[in-house]
């Protein structure tokens, strides 16, 4: 007689657990970690402030509405702070707006190199997650709407995608939200928003302003330094913002990370010398690693995506062993259908050049 035991719903085991990226390396290295896109020029000295003070009060529960971190949100983009959610990264509300809105029978639909959360979320809520492929690493609006039918329900698009770097032009995210039903929320993924710097480029914040289907997501882990408190934020329709409060955990951000987020969000110098930093870094990291014979996708981000030859000896795999024996950890992308490439995270100065030589090294162009 089988055993009854308590049983997942049908989808969970079917999730494969998200692997981030490493942190350390063998040897007892100090290591150079160039592997989840974090800043080189850490959190602002603000947040940093703020986040000390918030540390006299622990024994007191945080604002359930985090009301003083919406507000900064609010005024620093021109937002009705109403219509934001907050959560514990946007890792979180992205689960939550997929828990919101999907179920089983429904679909939600990602392109083939996209963050590998959305397939997570989509199993998880119980619906069918559906794979479009891409065009020259880039996301496909054509492709996206082929594969829509009566049972999707969510598209969801990272713009700037991770880990390609590529991105779609504002023109074009409004060419698929007009595409789209109007019971398909589309949900813009934009945790590298502000490090873009073309003209074409929109995070999406009037498309969401100007519809009732579209929901933008941000993150505090990227250009603001704050990965280790959890912090993301949604702008959201004011009746998705509504379900998704109904959703999230009464108290899911600390006291903390609420005054951190603030300050951060405020102090604009900070994150403009990071982006300064990264218009600085990226196109040489791209040129010196081009240089090397070594094919890059042109990236928009605060990474760059580098693709390695098939033999063996020079593949991905080899390289990243070697880069390790120096200390240096870059992004193995395999999950995300890129056995052949790495993904490498501008630095410091002095990590950027130490990359540089080791990649050289490893190429056999210098000692």
């Known amino acids: 007689m089988a ?22 390396v063998p040897g007892g290295l100090k290591p150079i970690k160039l592997s989840s896109n974090e800043t080189p020029l850490g959190p602002s000295p603000k947040a940093v402030a703020a986040f000390t003070a918030a540390g006299a009060s622990l024994e007191r529960y945080p604002d359930g509405q985090a009301l003083a971190l919406r507000q900064a949100i609010a005024h620093r983009y021109g937002l009705a702070p109403e219509r934001i959610v907050c959560g514990a990264g946007s890792d979180e509300l992205i689960s939550l707006i997929a828990h919101a809105y ?4 429904d679909e939600g639909i990602f392109t083939e190199h996209g963050f590998l959360l959305y397939r997570i979320v989509v199993l998880a809520a119980g619906a069918t997650p559906v794979v479009v492929p891409e065009r020259n ?3 496909d609006v054509d492709a996206i ?21 590529t991105y779609l032009a504002i023109d074009e995210v409004r060419r698929l939200r007009a595409g789209l039903r109007a019971d398909i929320l589309l949900v813009l993924d934009a945790a590298y928003a502000e490090y873009v710097r073309r003209n074409d480029y929109e995070a999406g914040l009037e498309l969401v302003s100007t519809t009732d289907n579209t929901v933008m997501t941000r993150t505090f882990s990227k250009i603001f330094g704050l990965a280790g408190l959890r912090i993301g934020w949604a702008y959201c329709p004011a009746a998705v913002a509504d379900a998704l409060n109904r959703i999230r955990g009464p108290f899911n951000l600390s006291a903390p990370a609420i005054a951190a987020g603030a300050a951060a969000i405020e102090d604009v110098a900070h994150v403009e010398a990071a982006v300064l930093h990264n218009e600085q870094w990226l196109p040489w990291l791209t040129a010196e690693i081009g240089k090397l014979g070594l094919a890059v996708t042109p990236s928009v981000a605060n990474f760059i995506l ?11 795999a080899a390289c990243d062993a070697f880069l390790k024996t120096r200390g240096i950890i870059l992004r193995r992308v395999g999950g995300y259908g890129l056995p052949g490439a790495l993904r490498l995270t501008v630095g410091t100065e002095a990590e950027n050049r ?3 030589d080791a990649f050289a090294a490893f190429a056999g162009a210098r000692a």
């Open 3 to 24: 055993s009854l035991v308590p049983k997942p719903r049908p989808g969970v085991l079917d999730i494969e657990a998200y692997v981030p990226g490493e942190s350390a």
């Open 102 to 105: 999907l179920g089983a029978g």
């Open 137 to 139: 690493l880039t996301a």
């Open 145 to 165: 709407l082929s594969r829509v039918t009566g049972r999707t329900r969510m598209v969801f698009l990272a713009n700037p995608n991770n880990p390609t770097g």
């Open 306 to 316: 580098i693709h390695l030859p098939p033999e063996a000896g020079r593949d991905a």
């Open 354 to 356: 130490k990359v540089v």
